[in-house]
């Protein structure tokens, strides 16, 4: 059973930080993009960051370029995202994704095939 185990969510202040973490298991990522979406209360889910199998392309959101990193361990099959400079706007719940696209293809939500269950981070004022 394939399964995106994510962990690192919390509350933290406004300009502080966090990591987050999502861990593959259950097949080979081989080729594999993995990536982040998020969902704020009310709002749509929206990508945030991708990164390719490989971890030599990575795909941004504009909202999050500057100050979100995406990385990946193959040999963990984990893939990592800091949050920096963070702002009660990236309050959501964030959701790890996987699937055998580009790091830019992960961007479109339509037909991703492995989605995590996603840790809250909230962010206050």
Same mark, same amino acid.
């Given at each position: 059973?394939?399964?995106? /185990?994510? $962990?690192?969510?919390?509350? /933290? @202040?406004?300009?502080? &930080?966090? +990591?987050? &973490? ?7 990522? $081989?080729?594999?993009?993995?990536? #982040? ?7 749509? +889910?929206?990508? *945030?960051?991708?990164? &390719? #199998?490989?971890?030599?392309?990575? #795909?941004?959101? =504009?909202? *999050?370029?500057? +100050?979100?990193?995406? %990385? +990946? =361990? ?15 706007? =990236? ?7 996987? =699937?055998?696209? $580009?790091? @830019? ?7 991703? /095939? ?6 809250? /981070? %909230?962010? &206050?004022?």
């Amino acid at each position: 059973q394939v399964q995106l /185990v994510e $962990s690192g969510g919390g509350l /933290v @202040q406004a300009g502080g &930080s966090l +990591r987050l &973490s999502c861990a593959a298991s259950g097949r080979t990522f $081989s080729g594999y993009a993995m990536g #982040w979406f998020r969902q704020a209360p009310g709002k749509v +889910r929206e990508f *945030v960051a991708a990164v &390719s #199998w490989s971890g030599g392309d990575t #795909w941004y959101a =504009d909202s *999050v370029k500057g +100050r979100f990193t995406i %990385t +990946r =361990d193959n040999a963990r099959n984990t893939v990592y995202l800091q949050l920096n400079r963070l702002t009660p706007e =990236d309050t959501a719940v964030y959701l790890c994704t996987a =699937d055998q696209r $580009s790091a @830019q293809a992960m961007a479109v939500p339509l037909g991703i /095939v492995y989605w995590g269950q996603g840790p809250l /981070v %909230t962010v &206050s004022p």
